[in-house]
């Protein structure tokens, strides 16, 4: 992070690979041989079984299901200073973000679906990923009180939505170089969680509540779910001149 804060460039420089994420998440082993799990010989047949993939839910509604109103307050604030509205495009708060992390943390993503869990758990290295016992919400629910008393100790009587913009990135600077040590939660690990559901949250289809209005995808023209790209395949380096369209469509579509 920059003395002013984590601008668009920074951020998107380091977010090449959020958009396939999400599907090598959803790519872990299983037991029945589909997705990962041991070689297989199909002859004559295509190598598809019915509900082997997991399905996209839609994210309905703007009320929070996972977070308290304390725990909202804190990822608003976050986030918002993740990705501040400015002239590029819009902030991580009016982009849905918290409603995309909510949604995610009280889904399959939050209960660890496609985690491995077990034990041992020895602190790991930066390449290594994630490395907890806890699941992605429980690792939520336990850092973020964390946080928070950590802030109300350097600032008496404040939380993180309380404070200002300056203060704010000092707090997120501090947990992304690790110098701030938390009681009970690794505040580092904690970042890295937060800022890369952020990107998702900014730059996933709109199905899953983040995204708005695809104002993630307008900004860095990127065109969406279209069926066939086939006749720009070979036209590097040139925009592909269609509106974005995300996975169940585009508004003008269906008058949404």
Do not use: C
């Not at 992390?101 to 660890?112: E, M, N």
């Not at 008496?156 to 913009?165: N, V």
């Not at 709109?206 to 070979?234: C, Q, V």
């Amino acid at each position: 992070m920059s003395d002013r804060g984590i601008n668009r460039r920074w951020l998107l420089l380091g977010s090449g690979g959020v958009i396939g994420a999400a599907g090598a998440a959803a790519s872990a082993p299983r037991h029945d041989g589909m997705l990962g799990g041991p070689p297989q010989e199909f002859q004559g047949v295509m190598p598809w079984q019915s509900g082997a993939a997991d399905s996209p839910l839609g994210a309905d509604g703007a009320n929070y299901t996972f977070f308290t109103p304390a725990e909202a307050a804190f990822i608003e604030a976050a986030v918002e200073r993740l990705i501040p509205h400015d002239s590029t495009g819009p902030g991580a708060v009016e982009a849905g973000v918290p409603i995309f992390i909510d949604r995610q943390l009280g889904g399959g993503y939050g209960r660890g679906d496609h985690f491995f869990l077990g034990g041992p758990w020895p602190k790991g290295t930066p390449e290594q990923g994630y490395q907890s016992r806890f699941t992605p919400a429980q690792f939520y629910r336990n850092a973020i009180p964390a946080v928070e008393a950590y802030v109300a100790g350097a600032y008496p009587g404040k939380s993180l939505h309380q404070l200002a913009p300056a203060d704010q990135d000092t707090v997120l600077k501090g947990l992304e170089s690790g110098e701030i040590k938390l009681d009970g939660a690794d505040g580092k690990a904690f970042f890295v969680m937060l800022l890369q559901n952020t990107k998702e949250g900014y730059f996933a289809d709109p199905l899953y509540g983040g995204n708005r209005d695809m104002g993630g995808w307008k900004m860095i023209g990127f065109p969406g779910a279209h069926y066939d790209y086939k006749e720009w395949s070979t036209k590097h380096g040139q925009r592909v001149p269609y509106p974005p369209v995300g996975i169940k469509g585009r508004p003008d579509w269906t008058g949404a």
